[in-house]
């Protein structure tokens, strides 16, 4: 037994199990944080070792269970207009994607807990106003799902909010919500979050005029990431963009989409 209290064989189970479920690959270095997510769950079951607790998410009564286990290991941190580049690119853009008539149509493809399609929403209410726009959020998560859906977040993470933004879009709370603030209802509603496994058969979701992928591939190995960029690919509008994390590359994964600036590329 490792001092993380999960063992080597015990983190070789859960490695291969979130591989195969969510596509994502953990590295050696992540045994603290899996024994940390998951030492709620040990005690709220009562269970002595993380292979009991491995063996109820892969039992058959377990679907329950596993996706709770699921959200505990996938959920990534995130606020509100992260790696602003990306918002200023898009808000240059907009006027030459914008088509009279036709629903403006983005996809925050790793949205974690809505900070990222928020912002987005933001900033198309600014630029689009009352033209017709939507914005989709979608994650393997459904308990940072339900998070997101709410809207309602500590005022840490709007640290990179605009004071505009805040003044418009969100609420300030009082009393026992001092400290934290809510996204305004007008603009919740135009934000729709549904639960989606990128590594699985993809809904139907319709197209898109740009694709927001961040911060979601470098937990990918390289096989998983083409096929994800395979996936998600044919959703984007001729002549659509598709925004992957300024840490992130598709360099070799996919010879479709040709690279606009570091980190954008467009659907010919």
């Not at 940390?36 to 005690?43: E, F, I």
Request: aromatic share 10%; with cysteine.
């Amino acid at each position: 037994m490792s001092n993380t209290g999960i063992s080597d064989a015990e983190f070789a189970h859960f490695q291969g199990w979130l591989y195969q479920r969510a596509g994502i690959h953990m590295s050696a270095n992540k045994k603290a944080l899996v024994a940390g997510r998951l030492a709620c769950r040990l005690r709220h079951h009562g269970l002595a070792d993380h292979s009991q607790y491995f063996q109820m998410i892969t039992a058959a009564d377990g679907l329950a269970e596993a996706q709770v286990a699921l959200d505990l290991l996938t959920t990534n941190e995130t606020y509100f207009f992260r790696e602003p580049k990306h918002f200023e690119w898009l808000g240059q853009v907009l006027g030459t994607l914008h088509r009279p008539g036709r629903t403006f149509r983005v996809w925050s493809a790793a949205c974690s807990s809505g900070e990222e399609p928020y912002s987005l929403a933001m900033l198309l209410a600014d630029r689009l106003g009352e033209r017709p726009w939507e914005v989709l959020g979608s994650d393997i998560s459904s308990r940072v799902l339900e998070k997101a859906a709410r809207g309602h977040y500590p005022l840490e993470r709007g640290r990179n909010l605009a004071p505009q933004h805040l003044a418009r879009y969100c609420l300030k709370g009082i009393g026992s919500q001092d400290g934290t603030f809510l996204v305004e209802r007008s603009l919740r509603e135009r934000v729709q979050f549904m639960q989606v496994n990128l590594n699985d058969r993809l809904p139907r979701l319709g197209e898109f005029d740009v694709i927001f992928l961040r911060n979601v591939l470098i937990y990918f190995d390289p096989p998983t990431k083409r096929r994800v960029i395979e996936r998600l690919v044919p959703l984007l509008r001729p002549g659509g963009y598709f925004v992957v994390s300024h840490s992130e590359s598709l360099n070799g994964m996919n010879d479709t989409l040709a690279l606009v600036s570091p980190s954008i590329y467009r659907k010919p």
